[in-house]
């Protein structure tokens, strides 16, 4: 699983904790929800594996949105969040994109020239 925070926001520590939290909880909970049994097979060998997470940075939300379509296109899980708005943001700003659980050789594809955060 990788989690793509946008650096243009400057969010605190704890803004982007949280954020990234949000990320990861809600890729699980989408395949969980999903029909899709290669995601749900993915997730259960991300499970058994350790669960490892990634965080990595793009620049603004346009890189952000580039990422997410290439997910799309490779057909992994991939997550959009956006915030409340109750503490450093307006409401709605998108703050970060969760990437998988899915095999490394994918989701490098997608975020495997990105630096970490």
Do not use: F
Not at 28 to 44: A, C, D, G
């Amino acid at each position: 699983m990788v989690i793509i925070v946008r650096t243009d926001l400057n969010m605190g520590k704890g803004k982007i904790a949280v954020q990234v939290a949000h990320a990861a909880v809600s890729l699980v909970l989408n395949i969980l929800n999903s029909n899709n049994n290669e995601w749900k097979k993915w997730l259960s060998e991300w499970l058994d594996e350790g669960q490892t997470k990634i965080v990595v940075k793009v620049q603004n939300l346009e890189e952000l949105n580039k990422r997410y379509e290439e997910a799309i296109k490779l057909n992994v899980p991939a997550v959009i969040i956006q915030d409340a708005g109750k503490t450093q943001l307006q409401p709605g700003t998108i703050t970060c994109l969760g990437i998988g659980p899915a095999p490394s050789e994918i989701v490098d594809k997608i975020t495997g020239d990105l630096k970490l955060l």
